[in-house]
């Protein structure tokens, strides 16, 4: 499918480039020069993306590992520090209202507001 396009899309080019030089909207010359840009913008792409490519093997995949690593002692502690936290605020309850029982004042008689 991919061969296809792409073949599709020569066959394009080489027409409108017929049809321009037919028309006399560019020269050989120009054409020639366009051409050999091109083909150095491709050499070029393809070297920077070989470049690219050790790089991103060599650098990036190591530290993203590490970075994975990373993401999962952050969720895991997240996860920890909400559940101490829950058991922290379960046992503060639980001792406020025993020493308010132990003084004879109610804890929830505290909470409520004047206007009751």
Known sequence: MSAELISAI????????????????ITFGHMIDAIGRFLLFVTAAVAAACVLRMLLVSVVVPWLVSL??????????????????VFV????????????????VSYEADKKSPRD
């Open 10 to 25: 020569c066959v394009l080019g080489i027409v409108i480039v017929g049809m321009l030089i037919m028309i006399q909207a």
């Open 89 to 104: 605020r379960i046992t503060v309850s639980k001792f406020q209202n025993r020493i308010a029982d132990t003084n004879g």
């Open 68 to 85: 994975k690593a990373l993401v999962r002692w952050l969720a895991l502690a997240a996860v920890a520090i909400i559940a101490l936290a």
